[in-house]
T-cell receptor, first 118, second 111 residues
């Protein structure tokens, strides 16, 4: 079974702190994703990475950065946390597919990190 | 821009009744559609993935259909059980390897 783990289930940080959220997958997947989930807004893509050291902005990258130094690990960084970044953060991974099946594989999600910024 | 809608936002049924969950999307140029289950405070569990070339997928009591031309998918859960209570989300994958999610349908199955 694919396993995606996230470093913390619950996290409480103060405004202005630098926050690291870690995600690790054990299936050698090329693609990794960070989402946030908010009531009434659903899941929104923050950043994704399709290879080591590669990253692409999602729909709401402002206020976030990411790091992918190793294939299995994808980190989300809040350089200076703000209260509007209080949310549930979900990490996902997927294999890349090949050729015409490039996008045919499903995404596997971690358990989520509930971040509260006070 | 792709938009995914799930109606109703919440649903309550007695145990044993069949569940019918709807998902609609605005752009039919999709690669696949995925249904997820989410329990309160937890991550997403993948239930079914339907490729754009397929019309349905089945797994146990779950059956999902896809009508790409009309931009709709339906998830059927037969003989519902209290353990099926959760939020169900659909998501479509289009170009760029991104998923666009619906808002979810919160299901309560009453014993």
């Amino acid at each position: 079974d694919v396993k995606v783990t996230q470093s913390s289930r619950y996290l409480v940080k103060r405004t202005g702190e630098k926050v690291f959220l870690e995600c690790v997958q054990d299936m050698d997947h090329e693609n990794m994703f960070w989402y946030r989930q908010d009531p009434g807004l659903g899941l929104r893509l923050i950043y994704f990475s399709y290879d080591v050291k590669m990253k692409e902005k999602g729909d709401i990258p402002e206020g976030y950065s990411v790091s992918r130094e190793k294939k299995e690990r994808f980190s989300l960084i809040l350089e200076s946390a703000s209260t509007n970044q209080t949310s549930m953060y979900l990490c996902a991974s997927s294999p890349p597919g090949q050729g015409s099946f490039r996008s045919s594989y499903e995404q596997y999600f971690g358990p989520g990190t509930r971040l509260t910024v006070t | 821009k792709q938009e995914v809608t799930q109606i109703p936002a919440a649903l309550s049924v007695p145990e044993g009744e069949n569940l019918v969950l709807n998902c609609s999307f605005t752009d039919s140029a999709i690669y696949n559609l995925q249904w997820f289950r989410q329990d309160p405070g937890k991550g997403l569990t993948s239930l079914l993935l339907i490729q754009s070339s397929q019309r349905e997928q089945t797994s146990g009591r779950l059956n999902a259909s896809l009508d790409k031309s009309s931009g709709r998918s339906t998830l059927y859960i037969a003989a519902s059980q209290p353990g099926d209570s959760a939020t169900y989300l659909c998501a479509v994958k289009a170009a760029g390897n991104k998923l666009t999610f619906g808002g979810g349908t919160r299901v309560l199955v009453k014993p």
